[in-house]
């Protein structure tokens, strides 16, 4: 079955739609007792695509098993291809949409102060657009102060996420976005460089 898989999603150069169905039947054909296995399996491939879909099978399985979690915290946020990254940061969605985004903002807030730049975008670049999710939708202000605090952050990969985050969210809440902004100071390069991301859509 592996070998089956990883031809199948080696097929795919550019995106993640087919991996991500492959993903999808998986989980609904097979149990968890299967799966999980298989996607530690899959992770240790030297073929990204394979990590990827790895990575889609352990987001499906995160809310059921704080392991699972760890394993995506810990050992997927060190893969350095950026592609698996993009998929983390899906898989971290994955898991706060199945647990309850009000009841995963412990978790949330702490994966966003973890020294581990990868952790900290797959929140910040995961749950966009912030103020679509449920939780958020209502506390706009929630969302842009979590994204706010990392405008400053030490990984350009971050302050590129948290920026164009910003700015999605100022297309519906640009007041909420626009005194958020005002309070901070741009003599920082790192800062001015968030800074112009997120007021893009925002008149002077």
Known sequence: ????LIERVQK?????????KAADELVAS??????IPLAHELFKSEIH?????ATFIFGRFAAQT???????????SRDDNWRVQEILAMAFDQ???DTGYENVLPIIKDWLGDPHHHVRRAVTEGLCIWTSRPYFDE???TAIRLLSQLHADESEYVRKSVGN????????YPDLVRAELSSWDRSSKKVAQVYKLASRLLAE
Not at 1 to 4: F, K, L, P, Q, W
Not at 13 to 20: L, R, V
Not at 67 to 76: C, S, V
Not at 165 to 172: E, G, Q, V
């Open 139 to 141: 506390r706009p202000q």
């Open 1 to 4: 079955m592996i070998n089956a």
């Open 49 to 53: 695509q394979a990590r990827m879909l």
């Open 12 to 20: 795919t150069q550019h995106g993640f739609t087919d991996i991500k």
């Open 66 to 76: 704080n392991d699972i979690l760890q394993f995506m915290r810990e050992q997927i």
């Open 95 to 97: 898991f706060c949409a």
């Open 165 to 172: 985050a910003l700015r999605n969210i100022s297309r519906t």
């Open 30 to 35: 097979q149990s968890p007792e299967i799966c």
